[in-house]
T-cell receptor
Framework: NAGVTQTPKFRVLKTGQSMTLLCAQD?????MYWYRQDPGMGLRLIHY???????AKGEVPDGYNVSRLKKQNFLLGLESAAPSQTSVYFC???????????????FGQGTRLTVV | GEDVEQSLFLSVREGDSSVINCTYT??????LYWYKQEPGAGLQLLTY?????DMKQDQRLTVLLNKKDKHLSLRIADTQTGDSAIYFC??????????????FGRGTQLTVWP
């Protein structure tokens, strides 16, 4: 059981370049999330999805786009990368519709992105 | 809004107890969680508590919830050097458009000295 898998694990981009981060989960979870983690800032939600074909903005959505064409995949796109987007990006998924341990979020190992 | 606050740093000696505190603002939270992040890794769930509980114990971990004061704490007994990590408090909100969303604190860096 792979859980939540993020690709790539590391990437260096030049300012203005574009890229897509892929998140895949094999737990049949309804909800998926993209967070960024910066020193002293904790985790900040970029975008999230409550189901296939739906997406919603989080706290810091500017400069990012997302798509959830398949339930198991959640893509995060940077159309024109900026140095301020240098960060560690985490994807997470959860079931969320019922109580108990099903509510926990499972996290990927992170993608370290540097924009120069 | 939904704010989750934690102190940023905590240092303890090996064998002592650690207490990490968290406050939150939204009284409609249904579950509260503690996640652990080791260097270079993602977050892993340590424990969680349902909002109608006061306390939950799981081996060395004790979670206390004061819903009136919106205060959550995590106590680690007999802290070991392997417990050094960042600990995140999170609350789950089930209300309208935020159904199922998790809100995280900034994390508390726990350092355990031998």
């Amino acid at each position: 059981n792979a859980g939540v898998t993020q690709t790539p694990k590391f990437r260096v981009l030049k300012t203005g370049q574009s890229m897509t981060l892929l998140c895949a989960q094999d737990m049949n979870h309804e909800y998926m999330y993209w967070y960024r983690q910066d020193p002293g800032m904790g985790l900040r939600l970029i975008h999230y999805s409550v189901g296939e074909g739906t997406t919603a903005k989080g706290e810091v959505p500017d400069g990012y786009n997302v798509s959830r064409l398949k339930k198991q995949n959640f893509l995060l796109g940077l159309e024109s990368a900026a140095p301020s987007q240098t960060s560690v990006y985490f994807c997470a998924s959860s079931y969320s519709r019922t109580g108990g341990a099903d509510t926990e979020a499972f996290f990927g190992q992170g993608t370290r992105l540097t924009v120069v | 809004g939904e704010d989750v606050e934690q102190s940023l740093f905590l240092s303890v000696r090996e064998g002592d107890s650690s207490v990490i505190n968290c406050t939150y603002t939204d009284s409609s939270s249904t579950y509260l969680y503690w996640y652990k992040q080791e260097p270079g890794a993602g977050l892993q769930l340590l424990t969680y508590i349902f909002s109608n509980m006061d306390m939950k114990q799981d081996q060395r971990l004790t979670v206390l919830l004061n819903k009136k004061d919106k205060h959550l704490s995590l106590r680690i007994a007999d802290t070991q050097t392997g417990d050094s990590a960042i600990y995140f408090c999170a609350e789950r909100i089930d209300r309208g458009s935020t159904l199922g969303r998790l809100y995280f604190g900034r994390g508390t860096q726990l350092t355990v000295w031998p």
